[in-house]
């Protein structure tokens, strides 16, 4: 006889329940703004090159970070077609048809959530590397203009530094979840846990 194993839920939910909401706050508050600020500087960088050591590599590291940025409120627009709950259903539908439809409403709000989750991913990879690509222009502008004796040469470089060490953070913070997922996956299929 096998264990009691409690029925799965109904309707689809985000765990934690706030994850929607998250999302929705990444596309459409964060992503925005950042690109806005990642365009702004393009347009700095490349009014006066001359001012900065690599001018070359930043527009391209902040190109980048503009372009996943607005990719990533492009993602989220998808993500948020495909978020509702039960509540949402039974706004729109009457209590006949959700009654009389409930099996496919269920199923569907279940494919829904699936499609939901595949651009939640996709969200969440833009803006991270949204994030890094933005690091890493800053990173090089902050660099000193051209090599010296100036005062503020140790300080640029060590700003340089923290934002070259915020991108490595980034990658990291944005990466550890899946590779914990795999590593614990591969050893329960190995047995080991």
């Not at 690109?35 to 690599?54: E, L, P, Q, T």
């Amino acid at each position: 006889m096998s264990p009691y194993r409690p029925s799965p839920p109904q309707w689809r939910k985000p765990s934690p329940l706030g994850f929607g909401v998250a999302v929705d706050a990444v596309s459409n508050v964060a992503a925005p703004l950042l690109a806005g600020f990642a365009v702004a500087a393009i347009g700095v960088v490349a009014a006066d090159s001359d001012k900065f050591r690599w001018p070359g590599p930043v527009l391209l590291f902040l190109t980048l970070a503009a372009l996943l940025f607005v990719t990533c409120v492009q993602f989220g627009f998808h993500a948020r077609r495909h978020l509702y709950s039960y509540a949402d259903i039974t706004a729109w539908w009457t209590e006949e048809e959700v009654r009389d439809r409930r099996d496919l409403l269920r199923e569907e709000q279940n494919h829904d959530f699936e499609l939901w989750d595949g651009w939640r991913r996709r969200t969440y990879v833009a803006y991270s590397g949204g994030l890094i690509m933005l690091w890493l222009g800053v990173s090089l502008v902050l660099v000193p203009p051209a090599p010296g004796t100036s005062l503020d040469t140790p300080f640029r470089w060590a700003a340089a530094a923290v934002a070259a060490c915020a991108a490595v953070g980034e990658a990291v913070w944005s990466t550890y979840p899946s590779i914990r997922r795999r590593v614990r996956r591969r050893r329960l299929l190995r047995g080991d846990a």
